[in-house]
T-cell receptor, first 112, second 115 residues
Framework: SQQGEEDPQALSIQEGENATMNCSYKTSINNLQWYRQNSGRGLVHLILIRSNEREKHSGRLRVTLDTSKKSSSLLITASRAADTASYFC????????????FGTGTRLKVLA | EAQVTQNPRYLITVTGKKLTVTCSQN?????MSWYRQDPGLGLRQIYY???????DKGDVPEGYKVSRKEKRNFPLILESPSPNQTSLYFCASSSVTPGRNYGYTFGSGTRLTVV
């Protein structure tokens, strides 16, 4: 299976609520990244967290990383309809290659 | 504007007719990569390139070729396309640093249909 597995596969919330997505992975990593994809468009890089970091913020985004559990979470606070998209985690393994591995994504729908 | 440009955006072709999807980046990135995206399978890496004349296979390289003759360009070649290569394709690039603290910049995608 993919290195990155997002959970849940789909999430539907009301505008103003917080959205939390989780990512689990299998091997040691240099960093983990989160991307957003609007329907059928290219992915947009949101945030990168290094393996020696535990939490990172960017605007309404909060990312945590637990390397002991090999998991990460992305929290979007005060969600907006414009946040409706698919969200992917990508891991950069320490295996020595630059083969970022993407998960299958979480589809977020924010209802106005 | 810093960007990765893919062409074409949409392509319908017939089985066996060779095609090339172009990818160009204007950020002087060393690293470039091709992915395909299929429902339920996420993004799977086809090929990647660490620099000019340096390419390597990703997870699903069968049926594809790439070349990296110039730093900015990384075309994807399908010598004899088949229907199972119908997919959404993305080119991406990244800077390479010792700390590896940069994410990808993605192109807008190429939706390929092989009939």
């Amino acid at each position: 299976s993919q290195q990155g597995e997002e959970d849940p596969q789909a999430l539907s919330i009301q505008e103003g609520e917080n959205a939390t997505m989780n990512c689990s992975y299998k091997t040691s990593i240099n960093n983990l990244q989160w991307y957003r994809q609007n329907s059928g468009r290219g992915l947009v890089h949101l945030i990168l967290i290094r393996s020696n970091e535990r939490e990172k913020h960017s605007g309404r985004l909060r990312v945590t990383l637990d390397t002991s559990k090999k998991s990460s979470s992305l929290l979007i606070t005060a969600s907006r309809a414009a946040d409706t998209a698919s969200y992917f985690c990508a891991t950069d393994p320490t295996s020595g290659t630059y083969k970022y591995i993407f998960g299958t994504g979480t589809r977020l729908k924010v209802l106005a | 504007e810093a960007q990765v440009t893919q062409n074409p955006r949409y392509l319908i072709t017939v089985t066996g007719k060779k095609l090339t999807v172009t990818c160009s980046q204007n950020m002087n990135h060393e690293y470039m990569s091709w992915y395909r995206q299929d429902p339920g399978l996420g993004l799977r890496q086809i090929y990647y390139s660490m620099n000019v004349e340096v390419t390597d296979k990703g997870d699903v390289p069968e049926g594809y070729k790439v070349s990296r003759k110039e730093k900015r360009n990384f075309p994807l070649i399908l010598e004899s396309p088949s229907p199972n290569q119908t997919s959404l394709y993305f080119c991406a690039s990244s800077s390479v640093t010792p700390g590896r603290n940069y994410g990808y910049t993605f192109g807008s995608g190429t939706r390929l249909t092989v009939v």
